[in-house]
């Protein structure tokens, strides 16, 4: 979040509406708001966290808009401009207004949120601003704006608050997945569930019932197969005699139809001949009067336009007159135009001279300033040279003092290596003693169970052995049992008369006499699930023992493994301990190796500061060597325009023909400008009007010339006319000559039958067509027809058989069908079934995935887990500054219970609560950490800027600690951020580029000024 404007009214002291344009604090990079106590500093940023959140930190109550609200004041107004972190921008409205009958009783007026769009503020229907810079108003205040009595709040927040912060800023809520796995699990049940109710629906089906309905099917297929042979015959011999009565009918009928078209025929005959003399005569006459009709026509046509002709001719004379007349108005001013231009040539050559004139003038006052600006620079790059020699000096002397990287990183690897190899000495003896403990538990499990390790499968196969046997004794003594009861039920159920039903005979002399022996198989039954049961817990026991041999094993060779490892540890210990070369830079003591490498870092860190104010001294240097060409570059294109000026203005009056330059020296450029203007003007108007006059007479001449010859084209074309006429009339007579007809009359009346010759013809044509047709058929039928009998008994007997053989075939296709669709049902449902069952063992294997996973994200141990390495990159980050603010004294850390702790390196690296810090050291630890979590806050939002905004803390810093805590938030600005303070420190308002002061007035309130 950026802001960009503040514009605050009747809020605490402030009475009279105040703004703050925050542009100019923004670009700074680094700016305060400083004022007496009690002042309104702190006001501004309330303002802006109650314009954004609604809550004011200082007012929770309800009666909170009240106690807001300047007692001088009758509303309170709160609008604040800002960016998101998507560089967009909004404006939050807030408005309270005092109720005019009762003082303490103010109303919320209400907020509006708006967005710019198209140069346009836009109001959106809602005011949720957490959503807009996507940080709750807690966070916002820990994060970007940090109040009165927030500063120390996150490190001294407790473990669910922090957790739950870590979980908003850092969006952490992606890896809670508890509640998604649990909506995966049920999911996944109501899917097996589903699935399951699906199978039960499949119980019946099986590959045996798929073969039965098969073997059903190819046996009815043949039956029907054979009566559809037997029915195709009956079809065959029926449609013969339905054919021979379909012939009888047809000549019957075709012989009637024949009696009634031979009347019809005497009407088409005269048809005909009709038709044939229409013919003709259309032939004959039909163009030429046609012809006739259309010379008559165009001779009208050609008539009344040559008339129309005549009387343009007329106009175009009397226009071509007129023009005349105009261009003889305009001549003497176009004869003398080559003057007329001439003279514009000289006024434009004596404007340039002015203008010339101009420049030169302006030109002297430039290489004033110029000359001073060298001398200058040259004098400033002679400083910048001096500086930069000394830096140099400095980094040469500071470059002597390092110990080489190399020795470092070689002695830092010796140190963890060592390290490394303790730490696997102490877990190797802690795993050869956790190995012996668990090969001693799992020989106790096998001593509790009653069974020695070394002979349990001997002991085990004899027990299994024991009860196999009873059991084959037990179900032989039942089988004899059940036999007996059934030799005894099937004597019952004999009688005389009734057969037998294993001889069949109907007389039974002897029947058997067999004791009850239900009583004897119940107690056999009872002692066979008793041996079952045993065998059961024989079989549980064996996959217990093999289970505890197979644990054993493993530990006993883990157990030779770790003896192996530990004298190959003690090996490494010893060669490592002999490789230590560095006896003359410091001890085999890890902690005079830290304090000599922190001093060798501080020392790298003085260097790169020279090498970076080198490199800025270069820079400088670069640029006033850069600035020092320009301006002799400058300098030299101004002489260089000032003689080409000269001789361009000394051309210039040595081209002038007509006019005198003196006459003119008192005019101005624009002066110059409106007269050539003047001029051009009227030289093209009259040029134009010229050119009109000339285009307007080539255009009558042709217009003239091309109205005569059309009048002339005209008359030649009325007289071919009339000629045409003449002798299509003549050609008229010669034909009704040829034809013995008396008059044109005739020949009309016929032509006004208007006959569709064509339909006409095709009636006629069809008809004759037709009759031939049905007399040939006749004959043909009477062939076919010719020595054959036919029943209307047999035909209906034939019939009646067909109709139930077909029936018969319809019944058998019908059951064909049905065994077919069964067999194609039973066939896809058992398909549905594996596909089913594929899908239940998917679902089942996805149930058991799902259940591991269930029991790694229980809880929030998860999430707390990615919020406490979050947490320790936070550490890491804000110990950079740290460290520099306390001169490397402290350190901060994150414990094992994710606490703050602070590293005291004065008192031997130990860890303390971070509630033992001093005011001004917790102000710095807390300073470090804001700036960390800020720095984490800008890269998750991928803003190219951030703002971070301080209200607390520097009264508690010493002058040296000021100066620590001003260069830390003055290097900021390098990292394109934003940093404002709220302080009272005089000092800091002296070294801080630009400030905000802020006044209490006691007549108009709180007042801004910028400094």
Known sequence: MIPIRLSLEGVYSYQARQEIDFSRLINAGLFGIFGAVGSGKSTILESISFALYGEADRMKSDNRAYNMMNLKSDRMYIEFDFYNFEDKIYRIVREFKRN????????????????????????????????????????????IIIP???????????????????????????????DNIKRLFTANEV?????????????????????????????????????????????????????????????????????????????IDKADIKLKNYIQIQQQFEAILKLEKQLSEKLNVQTAHLKSQKETFSQLEKKIEDNKQQMLLVKPFIDQLESKKEGISDLKLIKEILSHQFQIENNKERTEKGKKLVSNLNQTQKEQDEKIKKSEAEIIKTTSKLIDSSILTAAEIWFHQQKTIVENQKKNEENLIDSIQKINEVEKEFTDLNFSKSAWKIELEAKSEKIKNKLDELIQQKTKLEVKQQIAQFAHELHDGVDCPLCGSTEHPHIVESEDVSADLV?????????????????????????????????????????????????????????????????????????????????????????????????????????????????????????????????????????????????????????????????????????????????????????????????????????????????????????????????????????????????????????????????????????????????????????????????????????????????????????????????????????????????????????????????????????????????????????????????????????????GQSFQVSLSLALALAENVQSLSKSNKNFFFIDEGFGTQDAESVNIVFETLSNLRQENRIVGIISHVEELQERIPISLTIHNDAERGSLIAVD
């Open 100 to 143: 005019s009958k009762q003082f303490d009783k103010v109303n919320n007026a209400g907020a509006t949120l708006y967005e710019w769009k198209d140069e346009n503020w836009l109001p959106l229907d809602h005011t949720n601003v957490a959503e807009v810079i996507g940080l709750s108003a807690e966070n916002f205040k820990r994060t």
């Open 148 to 178: 009165q009595g927030k500063f120390k709040e996150f490190i001294e927040l407790g473990g669910s608050d922090r957790t739950k912060m870590m979980k908003e800023i850092f969006n952490l809520h992606r890896f809670d997945l508890g």
């Open 191 to 267: 899917e097996l569930n589903i699935l399951l109710g699906k199978l039960s629906g499949y119980e019946a089906i099986s590959e045996e019932i798929i073969s039965e309905k098969a073997k059903q099917f190819v046996d009815q297929e043949v039956i029907f197969k054979t009566q559809e042979v037997e029915h195709k015959k009956l079809v065959d011999s029926f449609d013969i005699l339905k054919n021979l009565r379909q012939n009888i009918l047809s000549l019957n009928e075709k012989k009637a139809k024949l009696e009634i078209e031979k009347s019809n025929k005497i009407e």
């Open 523 to 919: 107690k056999i039954e009872t002692q066979i699930l008793a041996e079952k049961e045993a065998e059961k817990v024989l079989i549980q026991i064996s996959n217990q023992l093999t289970q505890l041999q197979n644990k054993h094993d493993n530990w006993k060779e883990k157990f030779n493994s770790f003896e192996t490892d530990k004298k190959t540890l003690f090996l490494q210990f010893e060669a490592h301990t002999n490789n230590f070369q560095w006896q003359s830079i410091f001890s085999k003591d890890e902690a005079d190796f830290k304090q000599k490498k922190g001093d060798n870092e501080l020392i790298i860190q003085q260097k790169r500061e020279l090498e970076e104010q080198l490199k800025s001294l270069r820079i400088h240097f670069a640029e006033t060597g850069n600035s020092l060409r320009k301006a002799e570059e400058t300098f030299q294109t101004i002489e260089n325009e000032n003689l080409r000026f000269t001789t361009l203005m000394a051309d210039n009056i040595s081209n002038i023909k007509h006019l005198i330059l003196d006459e003119y020296q008192n005019f101005s450029i624009d002066s110059m400008t409106d007269l050539i203007d003047k001029e051009e003007q009227l030289i093209s108007t009259n040029q134009k009007k010229f050119q009109e006059l000339e285009s307007t007479k080539n255009n009558l001449s042709v217009e003239f010339a091309t109205n005569k010859a059309t009048i002339e084209s005209i008359e030649k074309s009325v007289a071919e006319l009339k000629s045409e006429q003449q002798v299509n009339s003549s050609e008229l007579e010669n034909r009704l000559s040829q034809l013995n007809l008396n008059s044109r009359s005739e020949v009309e009346l016929v032509l006004n039958q208007q006959i569709d010759v064509d339909s006409e013809r095709k009636r006629i044509q069809d008809f004759q067509i037709e009759y031939e047709s049905l007399v040939k058929l006749i004959s043909e039928l009477e062939k076919t027809t010719a020595g054959k009998s036919f029943s209307e008994e047999d035909y209906a007997l034939e019939q009646n058989k067909l109709m139930i053989s077909q029936q018969s075939l319809k019944e058998l296709g019908e059951i064909l069908a049905n065994l077919k669709f069964e067999l194609e049902r039973i066939q896809k449902e058992y398909t549905e079934k594996k596909v089913l069952l594929d899908q239940k063992n998917a679902l089942e294997n996805r149930k058991t995935n799902i259940q591991t996973m269930q029991s790694l994200f229980k809880g929030n141990g998860f999430v707390e887990y990615v919020s406490s390495i979050y947490l320790k990159n936070l550490c890491q980050m804000a110990n950079k500054r740290f460290h520099r603010m306390t001169k490397n004294q402290l350190s901060l850390q994150v414990s094992e219970s994710n606490d703050f702790e602070i590293i005291d390196y004065l008192n031997n690296g130990r860890s303390r609560s971070v509630k033992t810090l001093s005011g």
